[in-house]
């Protein structure tokens, strides 16, 4: 359908695509019913209007299987231009005994109807078992066989590492090799680098607290967004914890924010104080003279 540009329009289409995209893991959680959806909003326009609130979705159903071509297709349609998914890669593939074994099942996966997205399509996230330690062959195989392109557009892959192992340099030169991302996880249980190892910037926030409406207190979201700010600029933020030295300023960068499990409720109101915040910084800086 048509999106809607009236301002009153629950599901009118965000004014712009900027570079930092925040958003919250799936759309279908009964208590989003009462706190984030509208009232009597009918559960099958629920992804209609959660990506017209959100810059991006993180589908967690694809980890527990693929889905079918229509699907994909069915999902993109239901989104504004300039909207884009993350897809969790399916577990089937990266807790097999050796990830240089999984060739097939990635391209089985890719290859399987994620076209069918179009442009909707993001960051492909491939999650470790908090279980799995680094093993450098293994990985470099499995890395190796990540398809770069799919019908000549440019597929966007990110690795989460679980394991306290990957806090290592081996790691993160590996990763440098292949220009993968690696999730800055926001957690108490996993491992979080900051590394830069890819060419944009993905983190996952796990501290979202049930006493705070916004799920994160506002001095933390401000933090936040400073660093998604500080992420799209191209720089290397030294406040977070990193394996390695600093990178030298790279080239401005595309940056992905989700928030993710904790007190889930609160996730959609936290999304979208960190992308206001985002947004209205950005907007002051444009109406500055030059």
């Not at 009597?40 to 017209?52: C, D, G």
Request: charged fraction near 20%; glycine fraction near 6%; charge should be neutral.
């Amino acid at each position: 359908m048509p999106a809607s540009t009236s301002p009153n329009d629950l599901f009118a289409t965000p004014a712009n695509s900027p570079a930092i995209r925040v958003g919250i893991g799936g759309w279908t959680y009964a208590p989003w019913r009462n706190n984030f959806y509208p009232a009597k909003l009918v559960q099958r326009r629920e992804l209609e209007y959660a990506s017209r609130q959100l810059r991006a979705i993180e589908i967690n159903g694809t980890y527990y299987g693929a889905q079918k071509a229509t699907t994909y297709a069915k999902w993109a349609a239901a989104t504004p231009a300039g909207f884009v998914f993350s897809l969790k890669a399916p577990r089937y593939i990266t807790e097999g005994k050796r990830l240089a074994d999984a060739a097939k099942g990635v391209s089985g996966f890719v290859h399987g109807g994620l076209a069918e997205m179009g442009d909707r399509l993001g960051p492909v996230l491939w999650q470790l078992a908090p279980s799995r330690p680094f093993d450098a062959d293994d990985l470099d195989a499995f890395l190796e066989a990540l398809p770069r392109e799919l019908n000549g557009q440019p597929l966007r892959h990110v690795l989460e590492v679980r394991h306290p192992s990957f806090l290592d340099q081996r790691y993160v030169d590996l990763a440098r090799a292949y220009r993968v991302p690696t999730v800055f996880t926001d957690s108490p249980d996993y491992p979080s680098l900051a590394d830069l190892t890819g060419d944009f910037s993905y983190a996952r926030l796990m501290r979202s607290a049930d006493a705070m409406p916004t799920g994160y207190a506002p001095a933390e979201l401000d933090r936040w967004a400073g660093h998604a700010r500080d992420w799209a600029a191209g720089k290397d933020i030294a406040a977070l914890p990193h394996v390695t030295e600093l990178q030298p300023q790279p080239s401005p960068r595309n940056v992905f924010i989700f928030f993710i499990s904790a007190a889930k409720h609160r996730n959609p109101a936290a999304a979208m104080a960190l992308q206001s915040r985002v947004d209205t910084a950005v907007s002051c800086a444009s109406d500055q003279p030059s």
